[in-house]
Structures are given as C-alpha cells and as structure tokens.
C-alpha cells in the first residue's frame, strides 16, 4: 500500500514542478511587465510581491 | 430543489466569507478598486470550480481505491498549485488581455483559504459530485459579491471623515463585521 | 544581543496578526474559546518551528528554481502529521479547530516565514524567528479571544487539551450581560478591528510626540 502512496506523491510533486516551471519560463505578455500595483497583501508566495522583483533585479546584476 | 437551496445558502447565509472566514487576506488586500474586485472574483470562480472538481474526483477516485486518504492535505494543495500554475500559463499564451486584467491574482489564490477550505468541506460534508460542482460555484460567487461590496465602500471610507486611529484597516474590518451581521440577519432563508 | 532580537521581533514590532496582517482566517475562526485559541496557537509553532528548522537545514540544497514548490510540499507534509497527531492526542481540541488545522498549510505566516527569512538564514535564528512569530501569533490570539469570550459569554474558560473533561479554570462573570454577537462572526471582526484600531492610535500618538520633538 505505502509503494501506491510514495507514487501519488512523486506523480504528484513532477507534476506541480513541472507546471511550476513552465509557468516560469513563459514570459509574460507586453504591457503586463509592472504588476507593482499589487501591493495590497503581505502574501509573499504571491509571484507578483515586490520582494520578488528584488531579487530579479539583483539576478540580472 | 436541494441543488438550488445549497446554492443560495452558500452564497448567502453560510457566506464563506463573513461567516466562514475563508479568505479575509484577499478581501483586504484586494479590495480597494471595485474593478480589481471583480476581476478578483472572476479569478477565483474559475479557479475554485475546476479545483473542487478535481479534487472531488481524486479524492474518490483515486485516493479512496488506494486507501492512502491520509494523503488527502498534500495532494489537494499540490493540484491547486498546479492548478493555479497551469492556467496562468495558459492565459500568458492565449489571451494576454484577461491576463493583464484578471492575471495578477491568480498567483494569490494559492495560498487562499477558500480554495482549499472549498475543496475540503465538500469531502467533509458528504457532497456528491453536483452538490461539489454547485458548491465550487455558490462558494466564489458569494466571495466575488462580498468583495465587490466592500470594495465600493472602502472606495467610499477613503474620503469620508473616519477618526485617525480607525483609518484603513481597522474601518474597514468593523464595516466588515456589520456586513456579517448582515448575513447573518437572513439565517433563516434556508 | 542580536539573536535575542529575531526572537523579539516577532512578538510585538513584527507581530504576524497585529501588524502584518497575515493569517487572519484562522485567526478570526477560532478565536471563540480560549482553549481553541491556546490549542491553535501550539499547532502553528510547532508548524513553524519544524518547517523553519528543516528549510533552513536544506536551503542549501534546494535549487532556486523550485524553493516555493519545495516549501509548499514540505509545510503540506508538516501538516498533515501535525493534524493526525491532534486527531489521537487532543480530539476534543481537533473537533472544534476543524478545517482550520489543515488551513494551517496555506497560513501566509508559515511560507511567508520561510520564503524571506528560513531560506536565507542559519538553523539557529531560524529557530528563533519561528519562536518568536509562533509566540506572537500565539499571543495575539488569545488577545482576540480572551475578548470574545468575555464580551460573548460573559466569563472565560480553558480546558486541558488533552483530556477535554479536565477543566483548568472555569469563570463566569455577567453571563446575564454578555453580548453574544461577539462569539459570532460579526464579533470576530469587530473585535479584531478594534484592536487594529488601538495599536493605530498608539502608534499616531507616538509619531505625533515625535513630530513635537523635532519641532522643538
């Protein structure tokens, strides 16, 4: 029973990585470049918090 | 008609907002123009329809064949993430236009509590696969009407004349206890 | 004193209810008991300390790419072992928690935590940040609901979580008085509100002292 659980679960993460990944790489649209204004929540898991572009920026430095 | 009654009890009375406390961080971080409210709503119907489908299915299907139930947390927030990722990826590449509009919230949907409370109070209750399909729409629309509400009274707070201390957040989460109260008044509909 | 300082951040000037306002569904849901407050707030420091631990642990290892993946994957794990352990040990407490332990998983504290500050730092003041936002989470909790409780039943109550028949204290003050709108959803925002609100005011009156000071 516990091989049928390990599978769900390696099924499961390959396919949040992957649709995590392709998401990431697809660019966005133009015009949709500066999304700063969602700086309504604290969420940080959020893609569009400003700590994010942060880091991007310092990336591409 | 049971379906009709769950509905508008989603909606209304049992709204999962105001009397379920499911997504409180949204509906103040979100709501100070009522067009980003509304495109908020439109984000989230879409997203929690398809979710509490999905899930309904794998969790009968799938995960109930197998006896690994005690896998039901992870497997329902990986496919909501993967979800919410999958259908950010396919507005990027089909329709820029409702990305730009409604795609800045889809990322926020993961981490909102109604998604995944959604998808968890229809195993708990006992729903078959119409009653999760009507709860996966009762359960946004009621959010969306919620948040759209208090975005055009927030709009309207900005410029009234609110003591110092109550400015921003604290008025507005009293304004939405009075809207609670208001829910709450028609307990009797169903 | 500087380690000391991640801890006492997280209890007052960075309080994750009072001021930056994440994980407020919980908070709001099951502040109507002291005892679901109290309960609650140990299932999110024991969350939080062990998820802290092992992201700062591993934070090496986890390619950039996919840390957010990663952390969801890791909490949701946390999680679920921290729900079925409430499920043997304190049923009483796991009946009227509800579906908010599994919403424990999407809490912006937890991944908020461990997205700016577990992934960056050591072990032990990752430990630490969990502590000290775990305490005040904690603290600002029972706040609410030592209010609501008050107000909305006229006394306070707390029973030991693990044996639900055993009473620690059990006051009844104005139960003919209370205001029972506070132990319902209304109550839970207003009280939060008000709070919110008195925190503001502190903070108004201190930059309108500071505001003096400098005039002069």
Known sequence: ?61 | MELVSLFIGLTFVNNVVLSKFYAICPLLGVSKKPKNALNMGYAVTFVIFLASIITYLLYYHVLTPLGITYLDLITFILVIASLVQFVEMFLKKTSPEIYKSMGVYLPLITTNCAVLGVALDNISAGYTLIEAMVAGLAVPIGFTLVIYVFATIRERLEIANVPESFKGTPIALITAGIMACAIAGIAGLV | MKKFDVFKKGLFVENPIFVLLLGLCSSLAITTSLTNAIGMGMAVICVLLMSNFIISLLRKIIPNEIRIPVFIVIIATLVKCVQMLMNAYTPALYESLGVFIPLIVVNCIILGRAESFASKNGVVDSILDALGMGLGYTFAVLIISFFRELIGTGGLSLYNPFDASQIIFQFSFFSDYAISLFTQPAGAFITLGTILAFIQFLKVRKANKAKKAEVK
């Open chain 1, 1 to 61: 029973m516990t091989i049928w659980a390990i599978l769900w679960l390696v099924i499961l993460i390959a396919i949040f990585i992957g649709t995590y990944l392709l998401n990431k790489h697809t660019p966005k649209p133009e015009g949709c470049e500066d999304m700063s204004e969602c700086v309504g929540c604290n969420n940080i898991a959020c893609s569009h918090h400003s700590a994010h572009h942060k880091e991007e920026v310092k990336n591409a430095d």
